[in-house]
């Protein structure tokens, strides 16, 4: 005698995170005869390329932009632009030959600055959070044969459909800033709003948060700045997705330009703005199955095997947050006025604590003054201004944490001090992982002894369901409702079961 399970296999994929790396990369920019007396703002923006897997090992590549404003004894202005190249190694026992990477990068720092006559050195320290998407095979029994009464449980779990790297281009027209003379110098942040699926197509939601810094058409020109909020709306194609899916999202901006068409001036030109998104995107489908739970033969025992399998939530979630912060410069100087601030970029770490997930941060400021001395020298400081921020959260896993400087002011005050106030937007990109047992297998185990009593009284007591009781006696559940009608569960007092058994020749 013998069991003929009905068994099945799945094959669901996952996103798994691989690690935070960070890179540091020296840059040195020739300045090609421009006599260079200040650095006033280093732009850079990092962007991945390519992603080379093979069994264990995955290359990643990658490009940083990089845009330097600096002035001169004479108080021109030039910016100096250079492109630079990174690689990282990543290591993992999931890393299959040809498996879907998707890294993010973000800048961190920019330190160690030195200028002279000729050049500007200074290095790039970028930070690249790696996923990659693996597959889990589980089996399940849909169904035993009809010798076992058999307890049937829905199971649900995630399983990624589109996984894509993707970037795209925007071109948006702005007003061109007040009494503008010379665009000298562009920066900014991106974020997403909202991610949104359809079928087979993605639409992304967001926000670019740009500042431009330019001279004045006045006698003497003066430095200033403006901001600009350039919403964006992008359609992916993503075929297989539907409006059921989970879909996640993480922008970065990797390119940012600009383009004056027809005459500087306010009522005569337009400024376009060019930006470069990068997306990295991806959409899991919930998916459900009927699977034995549980089962009992009347006359043999059974020998179940299980086994796990996970399923995943990821969830993206916008956050803001108010930071500000101050400064002192040295007792030699007095400062007449802020000009702006030129390009702010963050950095950060994620610790665990029992309230949840504790965020430090550090917001990095440049900010770009003008001294009250006889020839009103041009100077910048960078500001560091840090912050705390708990995210209770404790259910989920934090993956990564994208911070977005939506805007950000400085003031001076009593000469030497300078405020800073900054407005972010925290993007949370949480995960969680839930582990499911499930039986695999099943066989016939050794034959129970008979119960020979045609008629039964058994007491019960702290009985959940009617499955436990039917287990126990080794009886269909129909037939103890049956012949018990009036059964209620839970049952939570002592109670008589009534059993009839009709022995079969």
């Not at 994208?402 to 400085?410: G, T």
Request: with cysteine.
């Amino acid at each position: 005698m013998a069991l003929t399970p009905n068994c099945k296999q799945v094959d669901a994929k996952l996103r798994k995170f691989l690690s935070t790396e960070n890179v540091t990369i020296p840059v040195n920019i020739v300045s090609n005869g421009f006599s260079i007396k200040q650095v006033l703002s280093i732009n850079a923006l990092p962007s991945v390329q390519n992603v080379v897997s093979t069994n264990g090992n995955a290359d990643v590549s990658g490009n940083i932009a990089i845009k330097v404003l600096v002035l001169n004894e004479d108080k021109e202005y030039r910016v100096l632009q250079e492109s630079v190249t990174f690689n990282v190694h990543l290591q993992d026992v999931d890393i299959l030959e040809n498996s879907k990477i998707f890294t993010i990068p973000k800048l961190l720092e920019v330190r160690s600055i030195v200028a002279n006559e000729n050049n500007v050195s200074f290095n790039v320290v970028v930070g690249l959070t790696s996923y990659l998407v693996k597959s889990q095979n589980f089996g399940y029994i849909e169904s035993i044969d009809t010798l076992a009464q058999q307890k049937y449980n829905t199971i649900e779990y995630s399983d990624v459909t589109t996984n894509l790297s993707q970037n795209f281009e925007l071109s948006t027209e702005v007003n061109l800033p007040n009494n503008a003379s010379n665009i000298l110098f562009m920066g900014g942040n991106a974020v997403l709003d909202n991610c949104i699926s359809n079928t087979d197509i993605i639409t992304l939601n967001g926000k670019i948060f740009a500042s431009v810094i330019y001279l004045t058409n006045e006698e003497t020109p003066k430095l200033k700045s403006q901001n600009y909020t350039i919403e964006f709306n992008q359609e992916v194609l993503a075929t297989g997705v539907t409006n059921e899916a989970q879909t996640v999202a993480n922008i970065t901006l990797s390119g940012l330009s600009y383009e004056v068409q027809g005459e500087l001036s306010g009522s005569k030109g337009v400024l376009v703005v060019k930006s470069t998104l990068d997306a990295n995107i991806l959409a899991c489908q919930k998916h459900t199955i009927e699977s034995v739970a549980d089962a009992f033969c009347p006359k043999y025992s059974l020998n179940f095997q299980t086994s796990n399998f996970l399923t995943q939530n990821n969830i993206l979630e916008n956050l803001s947050e108010k930071v500000d912060g101050s400064l002192t410069l040295s007792n030699d100087v007095r400062i007449d006025k802020i000009l702006c601030v030129s390009n702010t970029y963050t950095t950060h770490t994620i610790t665990k604590s029992e309230q949840g997930f504790v965020l430090n941060g550090i917001v990095f400021a440049n900010v770009i003054y003008q001294l009250d001395d006889d020839n009103n020298t041009v100077g910048a400081i960078l500001a560091e201004l840090p912050f705390t921020k708990t995210l209770d959260n404790q259910s989920n896993d934090v993956d990564d944490v994208n911070i977005c400087v939506k805007e950000i002011e400085a003031r001076s005050k009593r000469v030497k001090d300078i405020d800073i106030q900054a407005d972010l937007v925290l993007t949370i990109n949480y995960s969680q992982n839930i582990s499911q047992s499930i039986i695999s297998n099943v066989s016939l185990g050794d034959k129970l002894q008979e119960t020979y009593k045609p008629l039964g009284v058994y007491i019960v007591n702290n009985v959940s369901e009617l499955w436990d009781v039917a287990k126990s006696l080794r009886i269909s559940p129909e037939v103890v409702m049956a012949q018990n009608p009036n059964l209620t569960f839970p049952i939570t007092q002592p109670t008589n079961i009534l059993i009839y058994r009709q022995r079969m020749q």
